[in-house]
């Protein structure tokens, strides 16, 4: 797989996600910008929504996030979240 | 409707369809944070078993949903011993575990694990999330420390205060071997599991699909 396949794999994994956990419709989420705001931004996204999306993604995309990986500011956006699955990823 | 069952630690309540007939499913929950998610899944699940001429029962674990007993005394043993005893009273023939339930099915019963989810997983998730709230607030506290806490005093997680027996059990806790349960996937049903949703939310599809599953096994 390509980095670019890999990267835009990535990207629709998370946006897939967040949809589930925020129960929006497909259309909503792809308008999310890197811009978006998140954590302390969506007010349904508590601490506990915010690690089941944590853990959703591991299980999705194979990988392991470390507690002292997980800040305000890498959950703050989704492009912030987005880049920092992509680097996870390799 | 609602039913007392004898547990242990003294009487607990249960959600029953009984019509006294011969197929008898037990229903654990999930737990802590999750259960608020499923519970209107598990009972729409349980509403079509009843339709499709199956009785159903879904006890509340002792320090869970109604149960006065403190969760703090409960562990991985009490709660296996409390699932053993509400299958025992119900007369079960069947088990449907739902996510961590799956860890206190009583092993002879057969049925299914829907989103069967290990202890040591449940665990790492809600340590996830203390951590991550309490970064929001200011206090930077890490996995390690907490569960050292936890092994030592037991440790409030996501408003549920576990004791020491119960996080030393749950680290250590895999998914236990079931010959008699067949796994149902989250994909098996379609769309998203509900625990994954911020707000809790109700799908009718799903509750059809894992209801159409165990109807169709149970009286072939």
């Not at chain 1, 929006?24 to 508590?46: K, N, Q, Y």
């Not at chain 2, 010959?179 to 059809?208: I, T, Y």
Request: charged share 25%.
């Amino acid at each position: 797989m390509s980095s670019h396949a890999a990267a835009s794999d990535t990207d629709s994994v998370l946006r897939g996600v967040l949809q589930d956990v925020l129960g929006l419709a497909a259309d909503r989420v792809a308008a999310f910008t890197p811009e978006t705001g998140l954590f302390g931004h969506l007010p349904e996204l508590d601490s506990m929504a915010v690690a089941g999306l944590l853990t959703e993604v591991e299980d999705r995309l194979g990988i392991v996030i470390e507690d002292d990986e997980v800040d305000g500011e890498m959950l703050e956006t989704y492009g912030a979240l987005l880049t920092f699955v992509q680097a996870k990823r390799g | 409707m609602i039913a007392a069952w004898p547990s242990p630690a003294g009487e607990e309540y249960a959600l029953a369809f009984d019509k006294h007939r011969s197929r008898r499913v037990l229903v654990l929950p999930a737990w802590f944070d999750e259960s608020n998610k499923l519970r209107h899944f598990a009972v729409e699940v349980m509403r079509r078993l009843d339709g499709a001429g199956v009785d159903s029962f879904l006890p509340d674990l002792p320090g869970c949903n109604e149960s006065l007993a403190p969760l703090e005394a409960q562990t991985l043993a009490s709660w296996r011993a409390e699932a053993a005893e509400a299958s025992a009273y119900f007369s079960a023939t069947h088990v449907l575990a739902v996510r961590a339930g799956a860890m206190v099915a009583p092993e002879a019963l057969p049925g299914w694990r829907y989103a069967p989810l290990a202890g040591s997983s449940q665990l790492r998730g809600l340590l996830c999330a203390r951590v991550l709230s309490s970064r929001e607030a200011g206090r930077d506290e890490n996995r390690e420390a907490l569960l050292a806490e936890g092994r030592d005093r037991g440790l409030e997680l996501g408003g549920y205060r576990l004791g020491a027996a119960m996080i030393g059990d749950l680290e250590a806790a895999d998914l236990p071997q079931a010959a008699q349960q067949r796994d149902v996937a989250q994909g098996d049903l379609g769309g998203a599991g509900l625990w994954l949703r911020a707000e809790p939310d109700h799908d009718s599809r799903q509750a059809d699909a894992l209801a159409a599953i165990i109807a169709v096994e149970l009286l072939a």
